[in-house]
């Protein structure tokens, strides 16, 4: 039997729309992410448990593992009758990556359970193709981080991505309302052209922020976190988001964002209490419904993870 966990991720993290992510995992050490479990089967089943199962497909042929099974038994070229067990932890339409952990937990099992033994590279590839069923298009602003841990930046094609710095002693807020938000719906709302204007100083804020991650200027780099090219389009499809940013830098919080393609918003903190004060007041103010929850999070550098 083989168990594996995948991480919940912050696709964009404000300023690196499509190009950056980042692994986190609550300070509590719970497993704020999906796990799948495999086992030896004389047929195919697939069984899905969890407090958000409820949200998938009830036609198994539809669900993301299956077509994870799929591709491996093409890689194998003939199809082995195994049982797969998905703990579906993470909210679908979150903005937490919620599609990747999936995606990224299957992935990473079946490969250890076949033995295949494919490369690192290769796997983010078929991680990548199997996002793209979901979110129609390929792209691994939330896979790669989820697998591989840490903050990636998304590269190119042929190296995918590259784990980049970032400030330990920053803590990261994350809230879900307790509502889902469309992935489509927040990537329709997007302009289809842009200004000249826009695409310089966007660029000018990702690359400083990149540079300040290297060079260690905290400032810099809370200073750079403005994004130009989603954000603004996609705040009027979050409730009170102009109003919780407000109070939360009142706070002491030092920014705030929408987590991905939302409606989860992330906040980052240097100061452990001023953290616990803003996850008091977003429980009170910016959850809808009881399903709804915050954590306080650090980066998760480890990745995915083998639990058994």
Not at 14 to 39: E, M, Q, R, W, Y
Not at 61 to 70: P, R, V
Not at 196 to 209: G, K, M
Not at 221 to 235: G, Q, S, T, V
Request: aromatic share 10%; glycine share 6%.
């Amino acid at each position: 039997m083989i168990k594996i966990y995948a991480p919940a991720s912050i696709g964009n993290i404000g300023v690196g729309f499509d190009i950056l992510g980042a692994a986190i995992t609550p300070i509590n050490n719970s497993l704020l992410g999906d796990c799948v479990t495999i086992k030896p089967s004389n047929k195919l089943e697939i069984y899905n448990i969890g407090e958000f199962s409820y949200q998938l497909p009830k036609n198994f042929q539809k669900n993301i593992i299956y077509k994870t099974w799929k591709i491996f038994c093409k890689i194998l070229k003939k199809k082995i009758p195994i049982t797969i067990i998905l703990e579906k932890n993470l909210p679908i339409g979150s903005g937490l990556g919620s599609s990747a952990s999936s995606i990224v937990a299957s992935t990473l099992a079946l490969n250890k359970f076949f033995e295949t033994k494919l490369s690192k590279k290769k796997l983010l590839k078929i991680m990548g193709k199997l996002e793209g069923y979901i979110s129609g298009s390929i792209h691994y602003d939330n896979v790669s981080p989820s697998f591989l841990g840490g903050v990636q930046l998304i590269i190119n094609k042929k190296k995918i991505s590259q784990k980049i710095p970032i400030f330990k002693n920053w803590l990261w807020i994350i809230a879900w309302p307790g509502v889902q938000l469309s992935t489509s719906i927040s990537r329709d709302i997007l302009p289809h052209r842009y200004s000249r204007e826009i695409c310089v100083q966007q660029n000018r804020n990702l690359s400083t922020f990149i540079h300040a991650l290297y060079t260690k200027q905290e400032k810099l780099a809370l200073k750079m976190m403005k994004d130009l090219i989603a954000e603004p389009y996609r705040i009027p499809l979050l409730k009170k988001f102009d109003i919780v940013k407000k109070n939360l830098l009142k706070i002491g919080a030092k920014t705030c964002h929408i987590s991905g393609s939302g409606p989860t918003i992330f906040s980052i903190c240097n100061n452990s209490e001023i953290a616990e004060i803003s996850q008091i007041w977003l429980k009170k103010n910016f959850l809808e419904n009881k399903k709804g929850f915050v954590y306080i999070c650090k980066i998760n550098n480890n990745g995915a993870i083998q639990l058994r």
